[in-house]
């Protein structure tokens, strides 16, 4: 079993910025990727920011040049740095890990809100 632990988020002001974290534990033999997907209220969860264990990146237009993805292999942390936040930025952040077979896991989610 995985677990997935999400921590960073919160209340921020328009243009201010935030940092969260997902740190990976339990049994895995190894990751194809780790990535973060939000929801916000009455829409779809959709792909945010994603990287590869080979270090490829993807990330949702809406925030290239805003957010950067990065991980640490030796911890089995991801980060999401988040700069010049929105509000529509609001949103439910998940965290999730691709493991080599199998269904993806995910984290419990953690509250972002953007807001003056």
């Known amino acids: 079993q995985v677990q997935l632990e999400e921590s960073g988020g919160g209340l921020v002001q328009p243009g201010e910025s935030l940092r969260l974290s997902c740190a990976a534990s339990?049994?895995?033999?190894?990751?194809?990727?780790m990535g973060w997907y939000r929801q916000a209220p009455g829409k779809q969860r959709e792909l945010v920011a994603r990287?590869?264990?080979?270090?490829?990146?993807i990330y949702a237009t809406s925030v290239k040049g805003r957010f950067t993805i990065s991980g640490d292999n030796a911890k089995n942390t991801v980060y999401l740095q988040m700069r010049s936040l929105k509000p529509e930025n609001t949103a439910v952040y998940y965290c999730?890990?691709?493991?080599?077979?199998?269904?993806?896991?995910w984290g419990q989610g953690i509250q972002v809100t953007v807001s003056s």
């Open positions: 999730n890990l691709d493991p080599p077979y199998g269904d993806s896991f």
């Open positions: 339990g049994t895995f033999s190894s990751i194809n990727g």
């Open positions: 990287i590869s264990r080979g270090g490829s990146l």
